[in-house]
């Protein structure tokens, strides 16, 4: 299911950052660098220019290069 709604989930925190960009600090919940959809959210993130915190449950599996 988190696959399908990946694409999905990115663009409305897209549009919450945007209009609540004044009066909150808004974020993206979590991110799992590995995850098939994670190089989308990575861009997306560098472009809002938010932190974000990395829940990979697996640590061996961790793209390092993407975390970069």
Not at 38 to 49: P, S, W, Y
Request: charged letters at 25%.
């Amino acid at each position: 299911m988190w696959r399908a709604d990946a694409k999905l989930h990115t663009l409305w925190s897209v549009y919450n950052s945007l209009l609540y960009s004044r009066s909150a600090y808004p974020d993206y919940d979590m991110w799992m660098s590995y995850d098939q959809s994670a190089r989308l959210i990575a861009v997306t993130r560098d472009i809002q220019q938010r932190p974000c915190y990395i829940t990979d449950r697996e640590p061996e599996r961790t793209n390092v290069e993407l975390i970069k």
